[in-house]
């Protein structure tokens, strides 16, 4: 049988990017055999990977990119694992070449994603596969917003977990990170009152008056009251109503009438935002894992 040595394993570690442990063992069972070695690592990563897929993925980062026109931009949230991976060079560098391959190809929706080219020639799919069995956790780009104006385009990142864009007419570069970062604190709803869901404004409404109603006062004074709620609802959800983050003496609506600028639409990501996340005992699975070896 061939020596493996340190530096063998070293070279199939970079080579794969995968851990020493598994490099070493894929040595010994090729006997030596760096290149069949490095088939057998991408087999058995490959059957990892099909694993990896079915476990939830409710960690990540938000990724974005605007081109160098200001004219059109992507905003895209990519889910891992773990913390751990979110924060590994690798899955942040895909997660922005990802918002630029939305942006640069107007891709559809996540289902066309996969097959989009990405800068190098190789498909979404096969770098994801690729990162996956690098990283060892399932990877999936889950949704993305495409924009294109012929105003502006502004995106701001609070850290990697929230991620805002936003399309404005008007004022200048500062104005629109002001008022992307305002939207990540602030988190409205949509731009303006006659852009709120209908579902969600009667549901608010029927709320109201049913509490007004208890008061026991006239039904002329409920109507007001509830009125009143909802005018101050309205305020709460949409940008223009919001007082601005950095002057709460005005609000949104006041700070781009002076700039003479107007807002057109905004996205906001928040990380893992309606996926269920399971809790996991770590020390359980750590020693089911020492009981199986």
């Not at 088939?39 to 939830?56: E, N, Q």
């Not at 701001?156 to 604190?185: E, F, N, P, Q």
């Not at 949509?190 to 208890?214: G, H, M």
């Amino acid at each position: 049988m061939a020596e493996i040595t340190a530096s063998m394993v070293k070279e199939l570690r970079e080579m794969t990017g995968l851990g020493m442990m598994d490099c070493k063992k894929a040595l010994a069972e090729t006997d030596g055999d760096m290149k069949a070695a490095e088939d057998l690592l991408r087999i058995k990563s490959g059957a990892k990977a099909s694993k990896a897929a079915g476990r939830i993925a409710a960690e990540g980062l938000i990724g974005a990119f605007v081109a160098a026109d200001g004219k059109s931009g992507a905003l895209i949230e990519v889910n891992c694992e773990t913390d751990f991976v979110a924060k590994n060079q690798d899955f942040i560098d895909f997660s922005k070449a990802l918002a630029e391959t939305v942006t640069r190809n107007n891709v559809a929706d996540v289902a066309a994603l996969a097959e989009a080219k990405m800068a190098d020639g190789r498909s979404v799919e096969e770098t994801r596969q690729a990162l996956v069995m690098k990283l060892g956790e399932n990877i999936s780009p889950r949704r993305f917003a495409r924009f294109e104006t012929s105003g502006r385009i502004a995106s701001y990142l609070h850290g990697s977990k929230i991620g805002v864009m936003i399309d404005y007419t008007g004022g200048d570069d500062v104005l629109g990170k002001d008022l992307a970062m305002h939207i990540a604190a602030s988190k409205p709803v949509c731009v303006s009152k006659d852009q709120v869901p209908a579902d969600l404004l009667s549901r608010e409404r029927d709320i109201y008056t049913a509490q007004a109603a208890e008061s026991g006062k006239p039904a002329n004074i409920v109507e007001k009251m509830v009125e009143g709620r909802i005018a101050k609802y309205l305020a709460e959800i949409t940008l223009l109503g919001q007082p601005f983050v950095k002057n709460p003496d005005e609000t949104v609506e006041k700070l781009l009438k002076a700039k003479n600028a107007s807002v057109h639409s905004f996205q906001m990501f928040v990380v893992g935002e309606g996926i269920e996340k399971v809790a996991t005992d770590f020390v359980a699975e750590v020693m089911a894992q020492v009981g199986q070896s």
